[in-house]
Each structure stands twice: as structure tokens, then as C-alpha cells.
């Protein structure tokens, strides 16, 4: 602080300079955000993929997922089998005024039916609105962006994980397999 | 509205409340004192906290804040969620503190287990949880000087929390609640070329951020207006249990991340990047250095974290959990330095899916609860001064 | 009457005014109005898109071109709005108090030249650019503008509100205290043009503006013209932080409307007196003046107005880059340093003026009396520091709250004894210390 006044006209050369700068503002409806696609916008549900096991439900912390299924038989595939009898989905809504956005109900699904999308745009003027129900979850499905590339360091996907290991295994068998034929060759001859 | 009736001796007499109410004849010179309610809704409070203010003028007589009115009985909450579950409430107290109090959950469930969280998860963790701590103190930044009635500033420290916000958004898919910290690790591996991004961001802020502090930190106003008020002593400071940024303006050298560390910190501590800077004069205007002090040595922290985390070799970022994950039975207390102070978890599990009990222990309670003893004496336009400087956030007040 | 001097007509003096037809006097009258309400839509756009950019934000930009039809979309919300009336207000001043402001904001421009004598158009009258003149023009103007803090002290008071009243209170005590240094630094300006009126002031200014001859009364003008306007850096009145909103916090509506428009004519106003006596009034700028018809017909209204506007864009800047001042701290500014150095500039302006005029002194005699004048002041002060005033030491005695018989603060140096819960002592007594005390023990045991 070299003297009184010193301050102010740092501060009113700040301001001065950043007059001439261009502005950050993103114009929203003009120029709509770029969102990272973990960006947790909205759930999807992708019914297809649901097999009513309320799993998502039962774990929600904020009890914002409605499901109603009733069961149905299904004719036997094979001539003679039983009847069986599965869940159909009478009912999926997420309610969204609810709704915490933690994104449980997607980690809980084992079958993957429940997705993030990063659409916002749902605002409603009746609280009601709010809750979506499957048709419109559906629709959201549209959106689902795929998951981005993981980091060169991280673990491999356990699917590649476990399947490297059945390859190597494969590999290994395989190799043992021509090397006792190579064996028998060599006895043979 | 209750009001005060104090007989006393023109404007003298103010300092005299509570005393004379059984002396004096009334009548005569009277005076009569003001009660001013700041808040629940009010400006300056942010929130709804609210400061019942006895007034003589313009002076404060007398304050009591007043808390609850954003009570969600979250401990209560916590007994009846697991230990999923209880981290969306956890990171909802203090909502400019997610991720670091995200964190003291699952640390706390991690030791009760015997836990070992893998070292990249480690790293990365320690990682957001500085970038974490440099928005939560730039959003401070910004709201202090428009509480003093500069308004350019908070618009400059929400272009750095933007920046920072869009790398914690491609990381976490969230911007404040991030959900990311998972008992054993991160919920999810980094993206590919997120490190790169982290680190530009990181270059950016650490490169814009002088500029709040030309416009504000050195202007003659902004002096006058923060220096030597709202002093706080040392003594003060461990009567109330004040933690944080606010505790090491006023010179108690208290730091959880040196003086008991986790994550990466004890590295970090050695390596020399991170610097536990303290105060002398525990005034608004200290506090609010202390705050653009600790954002760069945030981000220093963070860049050491980037580093560290590009040099590790490949491995998971979380450890595989049980389908349902129960802690053993016992307590464990795990605090941990919030940006706004110490935040402590205690957990006591009976060996169930849910804690039996999960104690909060929030920074900003116990910052808030000094108030008092500082604003005796000052004049309204203080008492801003000095409440924009406890840097509150009030749901962690309220919990 | 009139002066031709190079081709521009001036008002010569006051006889000028007053010899309007009605219709004309009427036309000015409205043109006024109309040029104030305009100017303050677009102030009020010029202040958000400015202060956007100094925050790298856009500002306004949506409604009409540049978003320049933005002030116009607020205020037609505004009249929308529900006019909310107060339970605890005092209806007749809460009504008034609003109009107070805002007429008062529109009065004072009545006395501003923004020309000079010019043609009318379809008619072969001449008339000076200005609605009228007094004598003392300049003195109406700080009336007008003293009366107009009535509106907001009164708006303070009736709404019945703790904020409000102490918005209203700060606004009072500033007033009182910066019109008196605003008026001393008018006072040089005064002795250096000879006359009040505002008209004759701009005339005085033909040679040389006074803001730099008089840069210490521009300065303390200035700065006291910020304090006048409750703006930004001493908006205490209307600080949000603190007071909410301060005076107009349960304002609605037109109410509220009618306030915020009184604030940027204020600022108009106090920006186009300090034009008037600093900047030369409507008169050319100097490179612009040295083309003879700069001065002549309705160009001055554009010099003006680019003078007026550059004080607007300080009172941005100011209010983008600085925090609000302490009221304190802005009360010890204006007694303790705006007002002394006015009253020594003052009487150094006068002795100089007096001086020159009379013919009696030579300059050298002047700067060496100055010189001298210097010295003394610095010898004193150091005199002054070296010796110290010695504080009368506060006795260390207990404090005595009654002592006397009746309640009495601590002196300096006692402190205050603990706050007794109450009930515990029986009213009406007459106690004396022993009794005090050894209740008050008694009391602490019985805790």
C-alpha cells in the first residue's frame, strides 16, 4: 500500500479494464449449455429393460418412484413346458418434485433400465406435471447420451476383466491342448 | 414486536440495558431501545438465519441469533438410510461444502469397516475435495463485498466457480450435490482427458482470481470498513469451538488436514504444497484475506493432486461392496476440515444396514454461535461487516 | 439585452427571463418533463448495461434495440404492481412522501441553462434555452433539493418500519451534513462569477472552466454530490445489505416507481449543476469550441448533454467498483474533512479574489503569504504532535451504576457490571453502593 487512494484506483482500473472485455454470459435459450453427459438432468427408463424387480423403488432415499405391475402368464416356449408367469409394468413415474437427483435408483437397477440424460428442460408450471410417468420417461430415453471414455489409469470394466481371464484361460487350455498334440506327433513319429 | 424499554439518561444510557430495571423513577428521560430483526428474511443473512438485535441507534446492545427456521432433523434422518443413502443427506447441509462433507461419511464407515480405499481414489478424492473447497471460499469471496455494497465482485468469483464447476460437473454429473464419494472410493472413474481439463480450469482461476483481490482486498473503503472490526480473540475462538478459516484469521494454528490428517494430505503436508497459513489480527478484513489465501493454496493442492493422480499406475477407483453393506458394531468419530471448518461425523452402528446414530458436528454452528460476543458494541453497518465475515452457510446451521 | 459575441447570443442578464409568452414558458415546461422522464429510461439502461460490462456480463439487451426499451418494460410492470399500503404507515405522509421526492427532483431543473438564446422554430421569438432564472438559481436548486430529501426522510418515518425509519435517519443526517460542504464548495464558485444565477454563472466561464481553476471546490462538490444522491459508495441510506432497502423498503408500486425515478433526476440534476458550474455549462469543449458555430443555436444542448452524461458514467463506475462506506466513517469524511477544507478554501478563494480585485497586492506578495501561511500551519502541527494531550486518566474506581441516585453509562475505564436477571430487585428503592453490592452478591450466592 504505497498511499491513501492507492486502492480505489486499482479497483476502478479493474472495472475499467474489464469494460472493454467480452462478456461470459451464455444467452441460455439463444445458446443452449453444452452439459457433460454424467450431467444428472433427468432420469430415462427404458422399459423394455425393466423387469418390475422395485429394487430402484426401494432404494430411492426420497420414496419418488411409483411402480404398479400386475403378472401375467406367458404361454410355455417349448411344447408341453409350464406356464410361467411374468411381471408386466403397469405403472413406472418418477416424481420429480421429489426427486433428489442422487442417482441411486440408476446404480440399484441391475438390468440397466434406468438412465441419466443431462435434459433440464421440464419445467412446470403445475406441481403435478412434474411427475413423469413411463411413456414420458421413455421419450427420455431418446436423449441418453453414451458414457464418456474412462481414464487411461483406470481399472478395466470387469467385463473385460473377467473375460481377458476366460481368454487367457482359453489361450492357456488351448496351448496345453497343442502342445500335448505336438507331443503325441513327436511319439508318434 | 416486543420493545425494550430502557430508562437511562439520553444516548448513555444505552449501554445499560438489563440493569436499571429496578432503579430510577420512569418517566423522566427516557429512551427506548430498538428491536430489529435481521432475518429470517434478510438480505445479509443468506438464508434464514435470523438476529434478534437490540438497538441504541445505531449501536448493538444486545443479539441473539436465533436458529432452526431450516431444521430438516437430518440426524434423525441419517438413523433410517443406509450408508448410501445417507450421503445424498450428507452433502446437503452444507451445500458449498458437498464433497468434503460427503466425505466424513464414508470415511467414518470406511474405518468403522476397516477400509482400504484404493490410492488412486485416494488422490482423486483429495482432488475434488480442494477444488471443492476453492468454490466454496470463492463463493464467499463474491458475497462478501456485495454484503459491504460492492457489487462487481461476486460476478467475477462466479466466472472462477463456473470454470471450476464445469470440471466437478463432467466428473460427478453434479454441480453442487455431486454424490460422488462412495463408501471404498469414487462412484466412478474419471473421464478420459478430464485431468487435462481439471488442470486448465485450475490454471484459469489461479490466473483471474487476482483480480478480485485488486478490485476489493486493497480499497481504501474496504479497509475502513473491515479493519478492526469484529475482532475475535484466540480465547474466543476455543470458548465457542470456532474452526476453520475464521479461527486461523484470528491465530489459532489449527489445521485438521496437518494436525490429523487423511486422505492425501500427509504427503502433501511433506511435500510442502500445503500451507497452513494463519492471521494475526482476526478481524473481518484477516478473514477475508485468509480466504483468498486459502484458494490458492487450494489450488496448488489441486495441481500436486492432478500430478500425482497422472503418475499413478493403473488401477480401481473403488473397492467391490457387499450387496448390502452393514458396519460392524462400535463408534468411530471422524472429523474432518470442511472449508468452513471442522465437520465431524459420529457413528454408532449396531451392525445394522443404517447407523444407529450419526452425529453432525457442523462448522457453522459453532462459527455462528460467537456472534454475540462480537457484535456487542458495534453499529449496524458493522454487524453486517462482521456477519458476511463468519462466512455461514445456513443449513449447516440448522442442519 | 443580448450579446453578440461571436455570433452567440448569451443571456446578458436576468431581464431576459420572465418575457416568455405563456405557451412558450409552457413548452418548456413540458419539454423538460419529458427530456427528464426520458433521460432517466435511459439512464437507468445505461447504468445496467455499463455496470454488466465491468462484471463481463450483457446487461439489458433483449427488449428494443440494445435492449433500450427495457427501463420503459419496468416501469409499465411497475405501474402493474399491487400498491401495497402498510397497516402501521401514516397514510397521508406515506402518500406524500413519494411525490415530495419526486417533484422536487423535477423542480430543480427549472433553472438549468441547457443553451443559448435561440430561435424558436416556426416563430420569429428568441428565447434562452432554459425554462427560467433567479438571482440566486443556484441557491434554488439547493432548496429544491434539501426539500427533496423531506420525501424521503418523511417516506422513511411513515412507513412505519424499523428499516425504513433508520434508512429515513441516515438519509436526514447525510443531507445535513453534505449540503453544507456542497454549499461551501459553491461559495468560490459564487466569488469567482459574481452571481448566483445559474445563466450568468455559465457566462462567467467563457475563458476557462472552473473546475480547474477551482479543482478543490470541484472536488469536495463532487464528492459531496454523491453523498447528496445516495448513491453508491454512500448509499447507506437505501443499503441493501443492512437496511434492506432503506426509506422505500415497503414501497410499492408507482410509490416505489415515483422513488426510484426522483433518484436518477436527482443524479441528472446534481450532474447538470456541476456541468453548469464547473464544466462550463453548455459551452463547446476546447477543441470543439474553436469552430465559431459550436456555441451557437441547438448544438450547446448536445455539449450539455455529453457533460452530463460523463458525470453518469462516473456515478456507474463508482457504484461497479466500490463498497458502501461506513455511515460513520462517511459522517467523520464530510465534518471532518470535506467541510474544514472547504471553509479554508473559501476564505483563501475570497482573500485571493479580493485582492486581485481591489488591484492592491501583487501575485509575488500573495504566494509568499501563502508560503508563509504553509509554514505556520506545519509548524503548529508539529508543535501540536510533539506535545501530546495529556488524557485526563480514568480513575480506577468500581462502577456505580446509581450513583447520584439515578442510572448513569460507565465512565471511561469502568466496566459494566454483569446484567442482573430481573425481578430480582425490588423496584423504587433508593439503594446506595453497600447495598448494591452486597445484593448483588447476594444474588450471585443465590445462583
Given at each position: 500500500?504505497?498511499?491513501?487512494?492507492?486502492?480505489?484506483?486499482?479497483?476502478?482500473?479493474?472495472?475499467?479494464?474489464?469494460?472493454?472485455?467480452?462478456?461470459?454470459?451464455?444467452?441460455?435459450?439463444?445458446?443452449?449449455?453444452?452439459?457433460?453427459?454424467?450431467?444428472?438432468?433427468?432420469?430415462?427408463?427404458?422399459?423394455?429393460?425393466?423387469?418390475?424387480?422395485?429394487?430402484?423403488?426401494?432404494?430411492?432415499?426420497?420414496?419418488?418412484?411409483?411402480?404398479?405391475?400386475?403378472?401375467?402368464?406367458?404361454?410355455?416356449?417349448?411344447?408341453?413346458?409350464?406356464?410361467?408367469?411374468?411381471?408386466?409394468?403397469d405403472r413406472f413415474a418418477i416424481d420429480y418434485s421429489l426427486c433428489?437427483?442422487?442417482?441411486?435408483?440408476?446404480?440399484?437397477?441391475?438390468?440397466?433400465?434406468?438412465?441419466?440424460?443431462?435434459?433440464?428442460?421440464?419445467?412446470?408450471?403445475?406441481?403435478?406435471?412434474?411427475?413423469?410417468?413411463?411413456?414420458?420417461?421413455?421419450?427420455?430415453?431418446?436423449?441418453?447420451?453414451?458414457?464418456?471414455?474412462?481414464?487411461?489409469?483406470?481399472?478395466?470394466?470387469?467385463?473385460?476383466?473377467?473375460?481377458?481371464?476366460?481368454?487367457?484361460?482359453?489361450?492357456?487350455?488351448?496351448?496345453?491342448?497343442?502342445?500335448?498334440?505336438?507331443?503325441?506327433?513327436?511319439?508318434?513319429? | 414486536?416486543?420493545?425494550?424499554?430502557?430508562?437511562?439518561?439520553?444516548?448513555?444510557?444505552?449501554?445499560?440495558?438489563?440493569?436499571?430495571?429496578?432503579?430510577?423513577?420512569?418517566?423522566?428521560?427516557?429512551?427506548?431501545?430498538?428491536?430489529?430483526?435481521?432475518?429470517?428474511?434478510?438480505?445479509?443473512?443468506?438464508?434464514?438465519?435470523?438476529?434478534?438485535?437490540?438497538?441504541?441507534?445505531?449501536?448493538?446492545?444486545?443479539?441473539?441469533?436465533?436458529?432452526?427456521?431450516?431444521?430438516?432433523?437430518?440426524?434423525?434422518?441419517?438413523?433410517?438410510?443406509?450408508?448410501?443413502?445417507?450421503?445424498?443427506?450428507?452433502?446437503?447441509?452444507?451445500?458449498?461444502?458437498?464433497?468434503?462433507?460427503?466425505?466424513?461419511?464414508?470415511?467414518?464407515?470406511?474405518?468403522?469397516?476397516?477400509?482400504?480405499?484404493?490410492?488412486?481414489?485416494?488422490?482423486?478424492?483429495?482432488?475434488?475435495?480442494?477444488?471443492?473447497?476453492?468454490?466454496?471460499?470463492?463463493?464467499?469471496?463474491?458475497?462478501?463485498?456485495?454484503?459491504?455494497?460492492?457489487?462487481?465482485?461476486?460476478?467475477?468469483?462466479?466466472?472462477?466457480?463456473?470454470?471450476?464447476?464445469?470440471?466437478?460437473?463432467?466428473?460427478?454429473?453434479?454441480?453442487?450435490?455431486?454424490?460422488?464419494?462412495?463408501?471404498?472410493?469414487?462412484?466412478?472413474?474419471?473421464?478420459?482427458?478430464?485431468?487435462?481439463?481439471?488442470?486448465?480450469?485450475?490454471?484459469?482461476?489461479?490466473?483471474?482470481?487476482?483480480?478480485?483481490?485488486?478490485?476489493?482486498?486493497?480499497?481504501?473503503?474496504?479497509?475502513?470498513?473491515?479493519?478492526?472490526?469484529?475482532?475475535?480473540?484466540?480465547?474466543?475462538?476455543?470458548?465457542?469451538?470456532?474452526?476453520?478459516?475464521?479461527?486461523?484469521?484470528?491465530?489459532?494454528?489449527?489445521?485438521?488436514?496437518?494436525?490429523?490428517?487423511?486422505?492425501?494430505?500427509?504427503?502433501?503436508?511433506?511435500?510442502?504444497?500445503?500451507?497452513?497459513?494463519?492471521?494475526?489480527?482476526?478481524?473481518?478484513?484477516?478473514?477475508?484475506?485468509?480466504?483468498?489465501?486459502?484458494?490458492?493454496v487450494s489450488l496448488d493442492l489441486a495441481d500436486a493432486c492432478i500430478?500425482?493422480?497422472?503418475?499413478?499406475?493403473?488401477?480401481?477407483?473403488?473397492?467391490?461392496?457387499?450387496?448390502?453393506?452393514?458396519?460392524?458394531?462400535?463408534?468411530?468419530?471422524?472429523?474432518?476440515?470442511?472449508?468452513?471448518?471442522?465437520?465431524?461425523?459420529?457413528?454408532?452402528?449396531?451392525?445394522?444396514?443404517?447407523?444407529?446414530?450419526?452425529?453432525?458436528?457442523?462448522?457453522?454452528?459453532?462459527?455462528?454461535?460467537?456472534?454475540?460476543?462480537?457484535?456487542?458494541?458495534?453499529?449496524?453497518?458493522?454487524?453486517?461487516?462482521?456477519?458476511?465475515?463468519?462466512?455461514?452457510?445456513?443449513?449447516?446451521?440448522?442442519? | 439585452?443580448?450579446?453578440?459575441?461571436?455570433?452567440?447570443?448569451?443571456?446578458?442578464?436576468?431581464?431576459?427571463?420572465?418575457?416568455?409568452?405563456?405557451?412558450?414558458?409552457?413548452?418548456?415546461?413540458?419539454?423538460?418533463?419529458?427530456?427528464?422522464?426520458?433521460?432517466?429510461?435511459?439512464?437507468?439502461?445505461?447504468?445496467?448495461?455499463?455496470?454488466?460490462?465491468?462484471?463481463?456480463?450483457?446487461?439489458?439487451?433483449?427488449?428494443?434495440?440494445?435492449?433500450?426499451?427495457?427501463?420503459?418494460?419496468?416501469?409499465?410492470?411497475?405501474?402493474?404492481?399491487?400498491?401495497?399500503?402498510?397497516?402501521?404507515?401514516?397514510?397521508?405522509?406515506?402518500?406524500?412522501?413519494?411525490?415530495?421526492?419526486?417533484?422536487?427532483?423535477?423542480?430543480?431543473?427549472?433553472?438549468?441553462?441547457?443553451?443559448?438564446?435561440?430561435?424558436?422554430?416556426?416563430?420569429?421569438?428568441?428565447?434562452?434555452?432554459?425554462?427560467?432564472?433567479?438571482?440566486?438559481?443556484?441557491?434554488?436548486?439547493?432548496?429544491?433539493?434539501?426539500?427533496?430529501?423531506?420525501?424521503?426522510?418523511?417516506?422513511?418515518?411513515?412507513?412505519?418500519?424499523?428499516?425504513?425509519?433508520?434508512?429515513?435517519?441516515?438519509?436526514?443526517?447525510?443531507?445535513?451534513?453534505?449540503?453544507?460542504?456542497?454549499?461551501?464548495?459553491?461559495?468560490?464558485?459564487?466569488?469567482?462569477?459574481?452571481?448566483?444565477?445559474?445563466?450568468?454563472?455559465?457566462?462567467?466561464?467563457?475563458?476557462?472552466?472552473?473546475?480547474?481553476?477551482?479543482?478543490?471546490?470541484?472536488?469536495?462538490?463532487?464528492?459531496?454530490?454523491?453523498?447528496?444522491?445516495?448513491?453508491?459508495?454512500?448509499?447507506?441510506?437505501?443499503?441493501?445489505?443492512?437496511?434492506?432497502?432503506?426509506?422505500?423498503?415497503?414501497?410499492?408500486?408507482?410509490?416505489?416507481?415515483?422513488?426510484?425515478?426522483?433518484?436518477?433526476?436527482?443524479?441528472?440534476?446534481?450532474?447538470?449543476?456541476?456541468?453548469?458550474?464547473?464544466?462550463?455549462?453548455?459551452?463547446?469543449?476546447?477543441?470543439?469550441?474553436?469552430?465559431?458555430?459550436?456555441?451557437?443555436?441547438?448544438?450547446?444542448?448536445?455539449?450539455?448533454?455529453?457533460?452530463?452524461?460523463?458525470?453518469?458514467?462516473?456515478?456507474?463506475?463508482?457504484?461497479?467498483?466500490?463498497?458502501?462506506?461506513?455511515?460513520?466513517?462517511?459522517?467523520?469524511?464530510?465534518?471532518?474533512?470535506?467541510?474544514?477544507?472547504?471553509?479554508?478554501?473559501?476564505?483563501?478563494?475570497?482573500?485571493?479574489?479580493?485582492?486581485?480585485?481591489?488591484?492592491?497586492?501583487?501575485?509575488?506578495?500573495?504566494?509568499?503569504?501563502?508560503?508563509?501561511?504553509?509554514?505556520?500551519?506545519?509548524?503548529?502541527?508539529?508543535?501540536?504532535?510533539?506535545?501530546?494531550?495529556?488524557?485526563?486518566?480514568?480513575?480506577?474506581?468500581?462502577?456505580?451504576?446509581?450513583?447520584?441516585?439515578?442510572?448513569?453509562?460507565?465512565?471511561?475505564?469502568?466496566?459494566?457490571?454483569?446484567?442482573?436477571?430481573?425481578?430480582?430487585?425490588?423496584?423504587?428503592?433508593?439503594?446506595d453502593q453497600e447495598d448494591d453490592t452486597a445484593r448483588r452478591s447476594?444474588?450471585?450466592?443465590?445462583?
Amino acid at each position: 500500500m504505497s498511499s491513501w487512494g492507492s486502492g480505489l484506483i486499482r479497483g476502478l482500473r479493474v472495472t475499467w479494464q474489464n469494460l472493454a472485455r467480452r462478456s461470459v454470459t451464455a444467452q441460455y435459450p439463444d445458446a443452449p449449455p453444452e452439459l457433460p453427459p454424467r450431467s444428472r438432468g433427468v432420469i430415462a427408463l427404458f422399459e423394455e429393460n425393466c423387469t418390475v424387480c422395485m429394487l430402484c423403488a426401494r432404494e430411492c432415499p426420497c420414496w419418488c418412484i411409483y411402480i404398479d405391475s400386475h403378472k401375467e402368464a406367458v404361454p410355455p416356449v417349448e411344447e408341453g413346458a409350464r406356464e410361467r408367469s411374468t411381471n408386466v409394468l403397469d405403472r413406472f413415474a418418477i416424481d420429480y418434485s421429489l426427486c433428489m437427483y442422487c442417482g441411486i435408483c440408476i446404480e440399484a437397477c441391475p438390468f440397466d433400465a434406468l438412465e441419466w440424460s443431462p435434459e433440464f428442460e421440464y419445467a412446470e408450471l403445475d406441481i403435478r406435471d412434474l411427475t413423469h410417468e413411463k411413456d414420458r420417461l421413455r421419450e427420455w430415453m431418446w436423449t441418453v447420451p453414451a458414457p464418456p471414455g474412462l481414464d487411461p489409469a483406470a481399472a478395466e470394466p470387469k467385463e473385460i476383466a473377467t473375460a481377458q481371464k476366460a481368454a487367457e484361460k482359453a489361450a492357456a487350455a488351448s496351448q496345453g491342448q497343442a502342445a500335448e498334440e505336438t507331443r503325441d506327433d513327436g511319439g508318434g513319429s | 414486536m416486543a420493545e425494550e424499554r430502557v430508562v437511562g439518561v439520553g444516548a448513555g444510557a444505552a449501554g445499560f440495558g438489563g440493569y436499571d430495571r429496578g432503579g430510577g423513577e420512569p418517566g423522566g428521560l427516557a429512551t427506548q431501545d430498538m428491536v430489529l430483526n435481521i432475518g429470517p428474511q434478510h438480505p445479509a443473512t443468506h438464508g434464514v438465519l435470523r438476529l434478534r438485535i437490540t438497538l441504541d441507534g445505531e449501536r448493538i446492545v444486545g443479539c441473539e441469533p436465533i436458529v432452526g427456521y431450516m431444521h430438516r432433523g437430518v440426524e434423525k434422518l441419517f438413523e433410517v438410510r443406509d450408508y448410501r443413502q445417507i450421503i445424498v443427506l450428507a452433502n446437503r447441509h452444507d451445500w458449498l461444502s458437498a464433497f468434503s462433507s460427503e466425505l466424513g461419511v464414508v470415511m467414518a464407515v470406511e474405518r468403522m469397516l476397516g477400509m482400504e480405499v484404493p490410492e488412486r481414489a485416494v488422490w482423486a478424492r483429495t482432488l475434488l475435495a480442494e477444488m471443492n473447497r476453492a468454490l466454496n471460499h470463492l463463493m464467499f469471496l463474491g458475497s462478501y463485498p456485495i454484503e459491504l455494497g460492492a457489487i462487481t465482485p461476486i460476478f467475477y468469483a462466479f466466472r472462477e466457480r463456473e470454470t471450476l464447476q464445469q470440471v466437478m460437473e463432467e466428473i460427478s454429473g453434479g454441480r453442487m450435490h455431486y454424490m460422488f464419494n462412495r463408501v471404498g472410493g469414487l462412484k466412478e472413474d474419471l473421464p478420459a482427458g478430464w485431468l487435462d481439463r481439471a488442470s486448465a480450469a485450475v490454471a484459469a482461476v489461479r490466473r483471474r482470481v487476482p483480480q478480485i483481490e485488486d478490485l476489493i482486498f486493497g480499497n481504501e473503503i474496504f479497509l475502513a470498513r473491515t479493519r478492526g472490526v469484529g475482532t475475535i480473540s484466540p480465547e474466543l475462538i476455543s470458548a465457542y469451538g470456532v474452526s476453520g478459516p475464521i479461527a486461523r484469521a484470528s491465530g489459532v494454528d489449527f489445521d485438521l488436514r496437518r494436525d490429523e490428517p487423511y486422505l492425501a494430505y500427509p504427503e502433501l503436508a511433506e511435500e510442502g504444497v500445503l500451507r497452513v497459513t494463519t492471521g494475526e489480527d482476526g478481524d473481518c478484513h484477516s478473514r477475508f484475506g485468509m480466504l483468498l489465501e486459502q484458494v490458492s493454496v487450494s489450488l496448488d493442492l489441486a495441481d500436486a493432486c492432478i500430478a500425482r493422480l497422472r503418475s499413478l499406475p493403473q488401477g480401481p477407483i473403488n473397492q467391490r461392496l457387499p450387496k448390502i453393506l452393514k458396519a460392524p458394531e462400535g463408534a468411530t468419530y471422524c472429523w474432518t476440515e470442511n472449508p468452513l471448518g471442522i465437520n465431524g461425523y459420529y457413528l454408532v452402528s449396531r451392525g445394522e444396514k443404517t447407523p444407529w446414530r450419526l452425529k453432525l458436528r457442523s462448522a457453522s454452528f459453532n462459527n455462528i454461535a460467537v456472534l454475540p460476543e462480537v457484535l456487542r458494541g458495534c453499529v449496524v453497518a458493522d454487524m453486517i461487516a462482521i456477519l458476511g465475515s463468519m462466512f455461514f452457510v445456513v443449513g449447516d446451521i440448522d442442519k | 439585452m443580448i450579446v453578440q459575441a461571436l455570433g452567440v447570443r448569451t443571456v446578458d442578464d436576468l431581464s431576459e427571463f420572465g418575457t416568455d409568452p405563456w405557451w412558450l414558458s409552457l413548452i418548456k415546461a413540458v419539454l423538460i418533463f419529458v427530456f427528464l422522464l426520458l433521460l432517466t429510461l435511459f439512464n437507468i439502461w445505461f447504468e445496467r448495461r455499463v455496470v454488466a460490462r465491468m462484471q463481463h456480463r450483457a446487461g439489458p439487451n433483449k427488449n428494443g434495440p440494445f435492449g433500450l426499451l427495457q427501463s420503459l418494460a419496468d416501469a409499465m410492470k411497475l405501474m402493474l404492481k399491487e400498491d401495497i399500503m402498510v397497516k402501521a404507515a401514516d397514510r397521508l405522509l406515506y402518500v406524500l412522501a413519494p411525490v415530495i421526492s419526486v417533484i422536487m427532483a423535477f423542480l430543480a431543473f427549472a433553472v438549468i441553462p441547457f443553451g443559448p438564446v435561440v430561435d424558436v422554430p416556426f416563430t420569429d421569438r428568441q428565447t434562452p434555452l432554459q425554462l427560467t432564472d433567479l438571482p440566486v438559481g443556484v441557491l434554488f436548486v439547493i432548496a429544491v433539493a434539501s426539500v427533496g430529501i423531506y420525501g424521503i426522510v418523511l417516506g422513511g418515518w411513515a412507513s412505519g418500519s424499523t428499516y425504513s425509519l433508520l434508512g429515513g435517519m441516515r438519509s436526514t443526517a447525510q443531507v445535513i451534513s453534505y449540503e453544507v460542504a456542497m454549499s461551501l464548495a459553491l461559495v468560490a464558485v459564487f466569488l469567482y462569477a459574481g452571481s448566483l444565477s445559474t445563466s450568468e454563472i455559465v457566462n462567467a466561464q467563457q475563458r476557462l472552466w472552473y473546475a480547474l481553476i477551482l479543482l478543490p471546490s470541484f472536488i469536495i462538490f463532487w464528492v459531496s454530490m454523491v453523498g447528496e444522491t445516495n448513491r453508491a459508495p454512500f448509499d447507506m441510506p437505501e443499503a441493501e445489505g443492512e437496511l434492506v432497502a432503506g426509506y422505500f423498503t415497503e414501497y410499492s408500486s408507482m410509490k416505489f416507481a415515483m422513488f426510484f425515478l426522483a433518484e436518477y433526476i436527482n443524479m441528472v440534476t446534481v450532474s447538470a449543476v456541476a456541468t453548469t458550474l464547473f464544466l462550463g455549462g453548455w459551452r463547446a469543449p476546447w477543441p470543439l469550441s474553436l469552430w465559431d458555430g459550436a456555441n451557437a443555436g441547438y448544438w450547446p444542448v448536445l455539449w450539455f448533454l455529453a457533460k452530463v452524461m460523463m458525470f453518469m458514467f462516473v456515478f456507474v463506475w463508482l457504484r461497479g467498483t466500490l463498497p458502501r462506506v461506513r455511515y460513520d466513517q462517511f459522517m467523520a469524511l464530510g465534518w471532518k474533512v470535506l467541510i474544514p477544507v472547504a471553509l479554508l478554501w473559501t476564505v483563501a478563494v475570497a482573500t485571493i479574489r479580493a485582492m486581485t480585485l481591489d488591484g492592491g497586492l501583487d501575485r509575488r506578495v500573495l504566494v509568499g503569504g501563502a508560503l508563509v501561511a504553509v509554514l505556520l500551519f506545519l509548524l503548529l502541527s508539529i508543535v501540536g504532535e510533539r506535545a501530546p494531550k495529556e488524557e485526563p486518566e480514568a480513575e480506577e474506581q468500581p462502577f456505580d451504576p446509581f450513583a447520584g441516585g439515578y442510572p448513569v453509562p460507565p465512565m471511561p475505564g469502568q466496566r459494566l457490571p454483569r446484567p442482573e436477571p430481573a425481578g430480582v430487585v425490588p423496584g423504587g428503592a433508593q439503594p446506595d453502593q453497600e447495598d448494591d453490592t452486597a445484593r448483588r452478591s447476594a444474588t450471585e450466592e443465590g445462583d
